[in-house]
């Protein structure tokens, strides 16, 4: 079965530190696109980041960038000079049925609270 | 450009009761997906329209719920006889690619 663990719930953060989140997966699929959302208190999920399995460097947006480890599962998120503005609930996912497109899985979520 | 939107934003409505909730895609967007969440389950899908193809409805929890694409354009979710475990909110997406562009959701409230 297709499944997204984010094992942290909640975390905190100085504003202009680094914080990292983490995220495993379980896919059978070879191919595959994986994603980061953020979701503010109101409600609206904005993409953060995706990341191609195929493709072996990390992807980068910003202040975002993710640490991708394809033998493991593993699709961690760095958030570096955090700002009061990445306060969120953020989540990982990817397509069930693999590729780029289809019904996405999500984990959880973890909060993210930046602290002034 | 106009997002994704979402009407209502809010809808309380007595159990028993069937609600209609309304997503307005991006213009040109051929995917369009629904989600539920809740404390509880987190994000599930229930539902995804591409193109003319028929609906993926793999995700819909009861025969209780439905959902049309009218003319690939704006869609329609229905919950009929809603109960108090459908009290959720209610997010819609569309995507003309990979990434996926979440409207506000709509609360549910069933009471």
């Known amino acids: 079965a297709q499944t997204v663990t984010q094992s942290q719930p909640e975390m905190s953060v100085q504003e202009a530190e680094t914080v990292t989140l983490s995220c495993t997966y379980d896919?059978?699929?070879?191919?595959?696109?994986l994603f980061w959302y953020k979701q503010p208190p109101s409600r609206q999920m904005i993409l953060v980041i995706r990341?191609?399995?195929?493709?072996?460097q990390n992807a980068t947006e910003n202040r975002f960038s993710v640490n991708f480890q394809k033998a493991a599962k593993s699709f961690s998120l760095k958030i570096s000079d955090s700002q009061l503005g990445d306060t969120a609930m953020y989540f990982c996912?990817?397509?069930?049925?693999?590729?780029?497109?289809?019904?996405?899985?999500f984990g959880k979520g973890t909060k993210l609270s930046v602290k002034p | 450009g106009a997002g994704v939107s979402q009407s209502p934003s809010n809808k309380v409505t007595e159990k028993g009761k069937d609600v209609e909730l309304r997503c307005d895609p991006i213009?040109?967007?051929?995917?369009l997906y629904w989600y539920r969440q809740s404390l509880g389950q987190g994000l599930e899908f229930l539902i995804y329209?591409?193109?003319?193809?028929?609906?993926?409805k793999s995700g819909l929890p009861s025969d209780r719920f439905s959902a049309e694409r009218t003319g690939g354009s704006v869609s329609t979710l229905t919950i009929q006889r809603t109960q108090q475990e459908d009290s959720a909110v209610y997010l819609c997406?569309?995507?003309?690619?990979?990434?996926?562009?979440f409207g506000p959701g709509t609360r549910l409230t069933v009471t």
């Open positions: 996912a990817f397509p069930v049925s693999g590729g780029s497109q289809g019904n996405l899985i």
């Open positions: 896919t059978s699929e070879s191919n595959y696109y």
């Open positions: 990341q191609e399995a195929y493709k072996q």
């Open positions: 213009s040109g967007h051929t995917a």
């Open positions: 329209f591409q193109g003319n193809s028929a609906p993926d």
């Open positions: 997406a569309s995507a003309g690619g990979y990434e996926q562009y």
